[in-house]
C-alpha cells in the first residue's frame, strides 16, 4: 500500500554526520507513524527513532539519544534521520517503516519496510 525508498547512506569517517531520507509513495503518509531501525548481520534489528503521524513527538534508542534527530515533512512524503557524532558501532543497514498503530520500539509494529541504505563509519 506504500513504498518506502532509503537514501543517504554511505562512508563517513567517526565524529561525522550523515543525514537519511526515506521518500514514500501515495497521498497517505501522514496517517502513518515513522520509524528508523538498523541491522548489522549476526545482531537483531535495532530501533533507532521513530516519529508520530504529524511529527510533534520524537522517540530514540538509548544507544542515539542525544546524536541522531528524526523529522517528517508530510507534505514531501519524506522523513528524515539526521546522524552526528557517529560511531563506528554506528555501522549498519537502516531501514525505515510505516505503521498505523502508535509508534513502538519493535519491528512487529511497523507494516511497511524501505529496502535499506548501507552507513558505514570508519575509525
Known amino acids: 500500500q506504500v513504498q518506502l525508498v532509503e537514501s543517504g547512506g554511505g562512508l563517513v569517517q567517526a565524529g561525522g554526520s550523515l543525514r537519511l531520507s526515506c521518500a514514500a509513495s501515495?497521498?497517505?503518509?501522514?496517517?502513518?507513524?515513522m520509524g528508523w531501525f538498523r541491522q548489522t548481520p549476526g545482531k537483531e534489528r535495532e530501533f533507532v527513532a521513530g516519529?508520530?503521524?504529524?511529527?510533534?513527538?520524537?522517540y530514540y534508542g538509548d544507544s542515539v539519544k542525544g546524536r541522531f534527530t528524526i523529522s517528517r515533512d508530510n507534505a514531501k512524503n519524506t522523513v528524515y534521520l539526521q546522524m552526528n557524532s557517529l560511531k563506528p558501532e554506528d555501522t549498519a543497514v537502516y531501514c525505515c517503516?510505516?505503521?498505523?498503530?502508535?509508534?513502538?520500539?519493535?519491528?512487529?509494529?511497523?507494516?511497511?519496510w524501505g529496502q535499506g541504505t548501507q552507513v558505514t563509519v570508519s575509525s
Open positions: 516519529v508520530t503521524r504529524s511529527g510533534a513527538m520524537t
Open positions: 501515495g497521498r497517505t503518509f501522514s496517517s502513518y507513524i
Open positions: 517503516a510505516a505503521g498505523t498503530g502508535w509508534v513502538t520500539f519493535t519491528p512487529s509494529g511497523y507494516d511497511y
